[in-house]
């Protein structure tokens, strides 16, 4: 976002290498593990129609994060959906430790019929606007939206996109970026190809898996691959080292009401947070519609690109005990200290490799199964 010749010196570098991600909103491999998964049902419709382009529901599943240095790009990967109807995926990406905002102002860039500011404090009226947990001070916004479907005539729908520096004290410099229709609604696929920041976006609003939307049933977000994908040149967000982190959610068509697909999520059970944190609408005033603070709601509504995996509930390795990097005879004297009963009675403790409720002679067998180098 510096200049023009830093943009294309990126560009540079990224044509000069094997780009792994291909932004089209499947995920790749090189993205590794999820950083995020949801635990909450979506209150903004849960997505049905298995269509790539357009969406009859917004979720949000799960969360990659990839930084890919050698090639000079940030890569965001949210699977799930974004319906088609200009609701938002608002998302605030943190990658500056020492600068940022971690309240919200309102006097960023005007980006999106001014959307972003229309979530910071409203200063004229001493309402506080969007506030985030205890740490996390973004430094850059994106925003996206996709609409525009006419069964009719089978065409759309289009994306569309916007990107805004967020800077400690305000001001900067923010962007339209670009649109990206469909090629078929059904079974196309679209791309956001920014040539004068060097962003792409992608959506893939095939998915029918994941969350639900009834809250006494939500499932999970695990195992969905499709969804929506950015790819930001990280000089355009002056980041230089270090973690990034991103909090992302479904918002209202006017940036005004908030859904329960908050990337990382929110607490199990929760609705819709609307523009008070409880349902509520605040989106009369001009600003501060979003007037409450992820710092209330319990848990980290972010996540990072060195977090662990969201959703690996088993060891990667199992029988190590030990930590060696290898099952062997090591792991048998792990295992002899550890038999007993599990607490409770409960199966699957340290050393059941069995689930029989106990560690006992019956791990000895599956830990012999098991011999062998931990997978790389
Ligand atoms: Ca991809
Ligand atoms: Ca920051
Ligand atoms: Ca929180």
């Given at each position: 976002m510096k200049s023009l010749a830093m943009v294309s010196m990126v560009a540079g570098i990224a044509s000069s290498a094997f780009g792994q991600?291909?932004?089209?909103?499947t995920l790749d491999a090189d993205y590794g593990n999820p950083k995020s998964v949801q635990v909450v049902a979506t209150g903004f419709g849960n997505a049905t129609d298995g269509a790539n382009g357009y969406a009859n529901g917004s979720e949000l599943n799960g969360g990659w994060i990839k930084v890919d240095v050698d090639n000079g790009n940030f890569y965001l990967f949210l699977s799930g959906n974004l319906e088609s109807n200009f609701n938002k995926l608002d998302i605030f990406i943190d990658?500056?430790?020492?600068?940022?905002?971690n309240a919200l102002r309102s006097d960023n860039p005007d980006v999106d019929f001014n959307g972003l500011n229309a979530m910071g404090e409203d200063t004229a009226n001493a309402f506080p606007g969007l506030r985030f947990d205890a740490g996390f001070a973004p430094d850059f916004f994106v925003t996206t939206t996709i609409g525009g479907y006419d069964p009719t005539a089978g065409t759309g729908p289009t994306q569309y996109a916007n990107i805004a520096q967020i800077l400690t004290d305000g001001g900067g410099v923010g962007a339209y970026i670009g649109s990206g229709p469909f090629s078929n609604p059904q079974t196309g696929s679209n791309l956001i190809?920014?040539?004068?920041?060097g962003c792409k976006l992608s959506i893939?609003?095939?998915?029918?898996?994941?969350?639900?939307?009834d809250p006494a049933n939500p499932g999970e977000g695990c195992g969905v691959t499709t969804g929506i994908e950015i790819m930001i040149p990280l000089a355009n967000m002056g980041w230089v080292d270090g973690p990034i982190r991103v909090c992302a959610f479904i918002n209202g068509q006017g940036h005004d009401y908030v859904s329960s697909q908050v990337l990382g999520a929110l607490p199990a059970g929760s609705g819709n947070l609307g523009g008070d944190g409880?349902?509520?609408?605040?989106?009369?005033?001009?600003?501060?519609?979003?007037?409450?603070?992820?710092?209330?709601?319990?848990?980290?509504?972010f996540f990072s690109?060195?977090?662990?995996?969201?959703?690996?509930?088993?060891?990667?390795?199992?029988?190590d005990l030990d930590d060696s990097n290898s099952v062997d005879a090591g792991d048998i004297g792990s295992l002899l200290i550890l038999f007993g009963d599990c607490a409770g009675g409960t199966p699957g403790c340290t050393g059941d490799l069995d689930d029989s409720g106990s560690v006992d002679a019956g791990d000895i067998g599956s830990l012999l199964i098991l011999f062998g180098d931990c997978p790389a």
């Open positions: 991600i291909v932004v089209d909103g990658c500056i430790g020492d600068a940022g905002q190809d920014d040539t004068v920041y893939n609003n095939s998915n029918v898996g994941g969350v639900s939307g409880l349902g509520g609408w605040n989106g009369q005033n001009p600003t501060g519609k979003i007037r409450f603070s992820f710092a209330d709601i319990a848990g980290d509504q690109s060195d977090g662990p995996d969201a959703c690996s509930s088993a060891p990667a390795c199992p029988g």
